[in-house]
């Protein structure tokens, strides 16, 4: 996959997160992957169609989307994952795609992006939309996020 596909993404995230009260951001580790992956807690995953098309998947342990959504929320304590948590989570990843797709934009590429669909559980498999992900590990105050991004021409 062309990196040019991945940096927006990186760009968004570093873009985002401070608004949100997120003080340090920075990439962490990035890995290619086949068409699946799999993950426990949280798993939310938007279609792409456009000049490119493909899916997105962000995982998020349980107890890191916690704390993602008590900043989100002002530093409310979030001790579960009820339905104003889960909003904020989703309404995350549609920021953080939609800024994506600007990025995408600017540099000449149209594509739009579908709702949120979020799934929560443990060893959850995602069938992708391309045989080649990559996996971009991504961390807000020390709180890892994984992207996963499957998009092709």
Known sequence: MDVKYINPFIESFTDVM???GFDNVKMGALNTKGNEVTGSGIIIVLGIVGTVRGN???MIDTES???IAST???GA???ELDEMANS???ELTNMLTATAATCFSNSGITIDISTPTM??????SINMTSEQTVGV???????????NISLED
């Open 72 to 74: 989100m929320m002002g």
């Open 56 to 58: 997105v998947v962000y």
């Open 65 to 67: 989307a916690k704390q």
């Open 18 to 20: 401070p608004q949100l």
């Open 119 to 124: 799934l929560q559980g443990v060893n959850m």
């Open 77 to 79: 304590p979030v001790d």
């Open 137 to 147: 590990q991504l961390l807000a105050d020390d709180i890892p996020i994984e992207i």
């Open 88 to 90: 904020a989570l989703s």
